[in-house]
């Protein structure tokens, strides 16, 4: 059967969260390096879709190929811990602590970032030929979208921040589907397909992604945007990854283990009480006078009887003084 319970595939979420926590940090390193590259270059892949199309949503429908990708080469994005490995300390796994859940995440970030920028570095040559000439139309766009994606909610202080973080929340809800629904099947076609349809939402809805965006804004700044390292990192990076975070954990993770890992006792059936059928009034009361009539009919019979027996020995007795 190539489909799991949710029963069974949480407590594959907490044994793939508990086995990241112990991994080498020389493995954890280049799977982050590796899925921060090949995610990177699907988002290049997905910007020069859209803008040669000009259709953002078959951007969108082909940006999925690279978190396949990634996954099923067994590499890890911050996204995907962020979810994982916090099941394996509410688990209470031997070994496992809060320590050790920084470590994963800080190394996976520092991989992630490093094969990003790698892939920032690389396109922003390839767009503008080795820096010799101006950025392409790809090349602009890129740089558009970095500006757009940290002025642009700088420009709206407090309530730009507030929708930079639950931007980042709600991605992060849809790429952890994504890593929840490929440990649905057992087959390759099913983890595709069921990988394929959240991580479509969150780009075509243009959802915060931190992974995404080390590709974009520091290939962004090599392209001539118009922002800063500082407007990076305060007004998207820090508060995306918070929101990540936020995303991961409470709406996949928790939910997921408070429900299936750690399933309520079910409630005892409520015991009505049984309520008592009115007797028909109606047939009771023929019923009592019915018996009323028998019993004067007896009583009748009785008397008559009675009498009866009287007026015999009268007649008797009349008899037997007329023989004397």
């Given at each position: 059967m190539s489909y799991l319970s949710p029963k069974d595939f949480t407590t594959k979420m907490i044994d793939a969260g508990e086995a990241k926590v112990f991994m080498a940090t020389r493995d954890t390193l280049i799977r982050a390096f590796m899925a921060g590259a090949i995610l990177a270059l699907a988002a290049a892949f997905a910007v020069t879709v859209t803008v040669q199309t000009g259709q953002p949503i078959v951007g969108a429908l082909l940006f999925p190929v690279g978190f396949c990708l990634l996954y099923l080469l067994g590499f890890d994005l911050l996204t995907g811990v962020?979810?994982?490995?916090?099941?394996?300390?509410?688990?209470?796994?031997?070994?496992?602590?809060?320590?050790?859940?920084?470590?994963?995440?800080?190394?996976?970030?520092?991989?992630?970032?490093?094969?990003?920028?790698?892939?920032?570095?690389?396109?922003?040559?390839?767009?503008?030929?080795?820096?010799?000439?101006?950025?392409?139309?790809?090349?602009?766009?890129?740089?558009s979208i970095g500006e757009g994606r940290t002025v642009g909610y700088a420009e709206f202080g407090a309530a730009g921040m507030l929708t930079l973080f639950l931007r980042a929340v709600l991605c992060n809800w849809m790429v952890s589907t994504g890593v929840v629904a490929a440990m649905m099947s057992t087959s390759v076609t099913g983890k595709?397909?069921?990988?394929?349809?959240?991580?479509?939402?969150?780009?075509?809805?243009?959802?915060?992604?931190?992974?995404?965006?080390?590709?974009?804004?520091?290939?962004?700044?090599?392209?001539?945007?118009?922002?800063?390292?500082?407007?990076y990192l305060i007004w998207n990076e820090i508060p995306t990854v918070l929101g990540n975070l936020v995303g991961g954990v409470t709406f996949v993770g928790l939910t997921l283990y408070a429900t299936h890992a750690r399933t309520a006792a079910p409630r005892n059936a409520a015991v009505l009480p049984v309520l008592a059928v009115p007797a028909d009034t109606t047939a009771a009361d023929t019923t009592a006078a019915d018996t009323t009539t028998a019993d004067t009919t007896t009583a009748d019979t009785t008397t008559a009887d009675t009498t009866t027996a009287d007026t015999t020995t009268v007649v008797v007795d009349t008899t037997t003084v007329g023989a004397r």
């Amino acid at each position: 059967m190539s489909y799991l319970s949710p029963k069974d595939f949480t407590t594959k979420m907490i044994d793939a969260g508990e086995a990241k926590v112990f991994m080498a940090t020389r493995d954890t390193l280049i799977r982050a390096f590796m899925a921060g590259a090949i995610l990177a270059l699907a988002a290049a892949f997905a910007v020069t879709v859209t803008v040669q199309t000009g259709q953002p949503i078959v951007g969108a429908l082909l940006f999925p190929v690279g978190f396949c990708l990634l996954y099923l080469l067994g590499f890890d994005l911050l996204t995907g811990v962020f979810t994982l490995v916090p099941l394996a300390l509410f688990d209470k796994r031997p070994g496992v602590t809060v320590r050790g859940m920084l470590r994963n995440w800080g190394l996976v970030f520092l991989g992630n970032f490093g094969g990003a920028i790698t892939i920032a570095v690389i396109m922003a040559v390839i767009f503008t030929y080795g820096f010799a000439m101006p950025p392409s139309e790809v090349g602009q766009a890129i740089g558009s979208i970095g500006e757009g994606r940290t002025v642009g909610y700088a420009e709206f202080g407090a309530a730009g921040m507030l929708t930079l973080f639950l931007r980042a929340v709600l991605c992060n809800w849809m790429v952890s589907t994504g890593v929840v629904a490929a440990m649905m099947s057992t087959s390759v076609t099913g983890k595709v397909v069921a990988m394929w349809m959240p991580i479509l939402v969150f780009f075509y809805m243009g959802f915060e992604h931190s992974i995404v965006n080390m590709f974009l804004f520091p290939s962004g700044l090599m392209l001539g945007g118009d922002f800063s390292v500082s407007d990076y990192l305060i007004w998207n990076e820090i508060p995306t990854v918070l929101g990540n975070l936020v995303g991961g954990v409470t709406f996949v993770g928790l939910t997921l283990y408070a429900t299936h890992a750690r399933t309520a006792a079910p409630r005892n059936a409520a015991v009505l009480p049984v309520l008592a059928v009115p007797a028909d009034t109606t047939a009771a009361d023929t019923t009592a006078a019915d018996t009323t009539t028998a019993d004067t009919t007896t009583a009748d019979t009785t008397t008559a009887d009675t009498t009866t027996a009287d007026t015999t020995t009268v007649v008797v007795d009349t008899t037997t003084v007329g023989a004397r």
